[in-house]
């Protein structure tokens, strides 16, 4: 079992900038892939982000986003804290949402939705 831990949620105003962090526990690897989805009010669930990595070089480290994310957030983990972030900068109100780490050890489905594991989530309220 892997356990997900989102923090760094909150109140914030348009155009300024958040950082969420996911913590994971329990029988974790740094082979996980780990990424972030969100859902607004009214709205399915939507990817926002992942990031995995093959164990090798940190050059190895691979990142993807949605369009409407490109540029403005950034993902990151910390291996040896067993932590992914995401850097969320020039936020916008229709980045309101609650924001949900997943992990699984196939990438695709992380980006896909399909993951194994899910955190409890965060809420981002961006006003305007």
């Known amino acids: 079992q892997v356990h997900l831990v989102e923090s760094g949620g909150g109140l914030v105003q348009a155009g300024g900038s958040l950082k969420l962090s996911c913590a994971a526990s329990?029988?974790?690897?740094?082979?996980?892939?780990m990424g972030w989805f969100r859902q607004g009010p009214g709205k399915e669930r939507e990817f926002v982000a992942a990031i995995s990595w093959s164990g090798g070089s940190w050059s190895d480290t691979r990142t993807y986003y949605a369009d409407s994310v490109k540029g403005r957030f950034t993902a990151s983990r910390d291996n040896a804290k067993n932590t992914v972030y995401l850097q969320m900068n020039s936020l916008k109100p229709e980045d309101t949402a609650v924001y949900y780490c997943n992990a699984d050890s196939l990438r695709q489905q992380v980006v896909t939705g399909n993951a194994n594991y899910w955190g409890q989530g965060t809420q981002v309220t961006v006003s305007s």
């Open positions: 329990g029988r974790t690897g740094s082979s996980y892939a």
